[in-house]
């Protein structure tokens, strides 16, 4: 898995503090991040989050990655939690999370719509 890293150049086409200036919530502890891949942006936004009290579910159908952001992530940024996912169904509680994202991952689903 050593060939799996983060693009940073992601982060100049799509700011991370421009999206959540968009956001406007308020007090937000708890995201879901729907196919998070090396969960570039769930470590973006739990820095966005306030210090100590952000969660953040990394959400992927791929065990790799889950596995790369266990291996390398989790210790380092312990408000992220791999959460294994099917395409159309996020084995989370309703209502858990302040905000559910996507983020250039629309166009790779096989059924958009039950998403």
């Known amino acids: 898995m050593s060939g799996i890293k983060f693009n940073p150049?992601?982060?100049s086409d799509i700011p991370p503090e421009y999206i959540w200036s968009k956001l406007n919530l308020?007090?937000?502890?708890?995201l879901i991040d729907i196919g998070t891949?090396?969960?570039l942006f769930s470590v973006q936004f739990l820095k966005l989050l306030e210090v100590g009290k952000?969660?953040?579910?990394a959400c992927d159908i791929s065990d790799v990655m889950l596995s790369w952001i266990e291996e390398n992530?989790?210790?380092e940024y312990p408000g992220i939690t791999?959460?294994?996912m099917k395409e159309n169904a996020v084995p989370l509680d309703s209502g858990i999370a302040?905000?559910?994202f996507m983020i250039?991952?629309?166009?790779?689903?096989?059924?958009?719509?039950e998403m």
């Open 9 to 11: 150049e992601r982060l």
């Open 26 to 30: 308020v007090d937000p502890d708890t």
């Open 37 to 39: 891949g090396t969960g």
């Open 54 to 57: 952000g969660r953040i579910f």
């Open 73 to 75: 992530l989790c210790l």
């Open 82 to 84: 791999p959460v294994k």
């Open 98 to 100: 302040d905000l559910v």
């Open 104 to 113: 250039n991952l629309h166009h790779e689903l096989e059924n958009p719509v």
